[in-house]
């Protein structure tokens, strides 16, 4: 058997090889930096173990501490703080025969996690840890004490819930219907019936989520009431589950449909912004700034930025740390904006890490 | 870097342009006319070009088949549109055989505009009972009409993406290739193992690093998982069925059957502990001691360290240091992990285990004379019961390098085989044993991972 040698088809000096080999050399987070966190403090304690670890639900209290949840053989709670002498991320502990978090809501005075195991979803409440301890010292504290509150909706899994302003409740969604929580007493009430798909987004005043067809139900929060059919969803292929971001100085929210298509929607009516690079879009959060970032694409999920004011949509690449841990990224279950204009990306991934991103600043505008 | 040593990265950037076209053929004949026994020490050494796949520029894979006999890898990675070709030693001719064109045999030919079957790495795996070598492809090279190819880039590119680790079940008896399927899609298989009483290969996704189970009866393929960023290089097998291998941060990983899940161990295997905290410190290469009571191991790391791991014992093994397999060095500087390495380990006729590792010039560590090679390949032998280790022999290209041994194994008449990475084109290394050292069915009882 002889082989000739392979000659190869492009030209080395063409424009178009120059462009991806450019490319090719910025294909790990172009702009700002990512620190990947892991669940845990670093050569201090063990980690998450790597089947249980897998983020899936993060929220962040007036503290900047931020609380999430993992999925996966166990679900863990935990609570983390990354600013002053912290730079922890410390496990609260599992809920029995659960083994995925839907959601976890910073209340008022506590925390409160949604899990799911096979009989149902159930709410945990987390009294909030002192997490603002020398961490670098010498620190002190007793493991916390998850509370269980109970089953949401009997027999039905907790697909999201959100925290109102106030923080005072929570309302929530299973497969068919919506409940609240009182944060305080733990009392959970079902509100009515209504279909639970993708996440739920906390406008101004009314929780929104996905109703049938091309809808969204609005829960009122100061009347308790639940209105089906109440907004129509803008062309566009809404066959997935909605993910959303809050803008906390304007109340705008974000979501996408299926095919990547960003919107911002005020509560009466939706504006299309851009289209992400990739589908489906996962997790975003928005900066003080008003830019939007997340993940978009499945297996192995790209980072971009969307200018809310111009629309226009940046491709920033795989996710990938050099600090704190060295390793990449490519599955993300959740984002919080962070107190000082970073972001918090939980990794639902095995050996799931949280991934703090630095965006790059930009120019002040006259 | 001295004049005349090479980093692999600078390497396959020269090979691709030189497989461009600009590969000086006499320059090839030359080398190969040159392959002949260079040594006449008690080990002699032999190279084997694969001069029949010119493209190829190396040798990611050497197994002994269940027949006996050696096989190996010729990859070409660096070749826009490179192929691999299995190829194995004909001891009648002295000589390789080429067995086919993997690319062909699965469809996926290296024009195909995407990223090309160019490898086979660490993923040759027996099959006894029947006499079927598994092998499964690995990714890198690139589409033929692109100078590289990134597995993060094109991973939604439908046009370029890699179509996926075919998996091809060889019959050595017949030399026919009874049928393939793809293993992973979309990703390379970084190394591969075959627990035949179970009928399953393990196989490590790269670049997700990801742990697969493929079952051999119902040809269906689960997803453990992702297990780190960086690849171990190695899987290997315990008594109990249990699947082993390594994390990031230099622990032991553990997949057990009765509980489907992956584990990750207390403590750490071996590293530096003056300078290194474990990261890195992955498998490299495994090679089991004929009794089955343990193994013994490289890692892909800086100073690569032997270890040998005893994990029948205990609820996790015990792991004992052998120390450093390469020489002292400036731990200040960041070293070429193409200068820095060890591989090749695989137990001789003689119940000892044999290994490559290199060694190099360093004005301050090992001033060698400018007339000796800037990087060597020195087979070791380390005797498991004193633990003393003794240079046997060093591997001599004609021209080239022989210090970056990927895969060693000893065929059934008791002689070593090594496959180097770096020359173009590469090959593969024979070191005859001296017949005090040979046994017949000297690879058995027969390693079951690549």
Known sequence: ?366 | MGSGQIDRRTFMKVSGALAAGLAPAAAVAAEAKAAKALDETPYPVKWYPFTEHPDSDTCWSLSVGPDGRIYAAACAESVPGGVVKPVRYNEQRDDLDYLFNLAEKVDDPGDSGRASQCKIHYSFAPSMHDGVLYMATHLSGPPIDLPVYSPWYSWHDAKRCFRGSALLAFDTRTDQVLWWDTLIPKEGCRCLLHDEERGLLYAMSYPRDHFIIYDLRTRKRRDIGRISSINPQALFLDKKHRVWTSSDYGRLVRYTPETDRLEISPGLIAHDPNYQTGWHSVFYDVAPSPDGECVYASTWCPNPRLMRIWHNQGDWPRVEDLGPATQPRDLSFPIDMYDDHCGGLAFGGDGKLYYVASRWRDAKYNPTPESRKQNEGVVWCLDPQTLKREEVARLEHPTGLAHYVSRGAVDHNGDLFFGHVGNHPSGIFKVSMPADRKRKNAHLPIRMWG
């Open chain 1, 1 to 366: 058997m002889t082989t000739m040698q392979t000659k190869p088809k492009f030209d080395p000096n063409s424009p178009e090889i120059k462009a991806y080999l450019n490319d090719l050399g910025n294909q790990f987070v172009r702009e700002g930096t990512m620190v990947a966190f892991p669940t845990c403090l670093p050569g201090m304690t063990t980690p998450i173990p790597l089947d249980e670890s897998r983020i899936t639900a993060l929220d962040i209290n007036s503290d900047g501490h931020v609380y999430g949840g993992t999925s996966g053989q166990q679900a863990h709670i935990f609570g983390a703080a990354f600013h002053h002498l912290t730079g922890i991320v410390l496990d609260a502990g599992t809920v029995a025969g659960c083994t995925s978090t839907a959601a976890v809501c910073c209340g008022a005075s506590r925390v409160i996690a949604f899990v799911n195991g096979p009989q149902g979803g159930r709410a945990v409440a987390l009294p909030y840890i002192r997490l603002a301890e020398d961490w670098i010292q010498e620190w002190g504290l007793r493991p916390p004490v998850l509370q269980e509150l109970g089953e949401c909706v009997s027999g039905e899994q907790v697909v999201h819930a959100i925290a109102v302003p106030t923080r005072n409740t929570i309302v929530g969604v299973t497969t068919k219907h919506v409940f609240t929580v009182d944060v305080e007493t733990g009392q959970i009430n079902v509100v009515g019936e209504a279909p639970g798909r993708g996440h739920l987004a906390m406008g101004r005043s009314a929780v929104f989520g996905q109703d049938d067809g091309t809808q969204l139900w609005r829960f009122d929060v100061a009347s308790g009431r639940l209105h089906r059919a109440a907004v129509h969803l803008p062309d566009g292929e809404w066959t997935a589950p909605l993910r959303w971001a809050h803008n906390r100085d304007s109340g705008l929210l974000f979501t996408a449909d299926a095919a990547g298509q960003l919107f911002s929607f005020d509560e009466s009516k939706f504006r299309l912004l851009g289209k992400a690079h990739l589908a489906p879009v996962g997790p975003i959060a928005v900066t003080p700034d008003g830019r939007l970032f997340g993940f978009c694409g499945a297996e192995m999920a790209n980072l971009f930025c969307c200018d809310t004011a111009s629309g226009s949509v940046t491709n920033l690449g795989v996710a990938a740390s050099v600090l704190e841990q060295r390793r990449y990224g490519y599955q993300f279950g959740d984002a919080v904006a962070g107190r000082d204009g970073e972001l918090i990306f939980g990794e639902d991934d095995n050996g799931g890490h949280l991934w703090l991103y630095f965006p790059k600043i930009t120019s002040i505008r006259a």
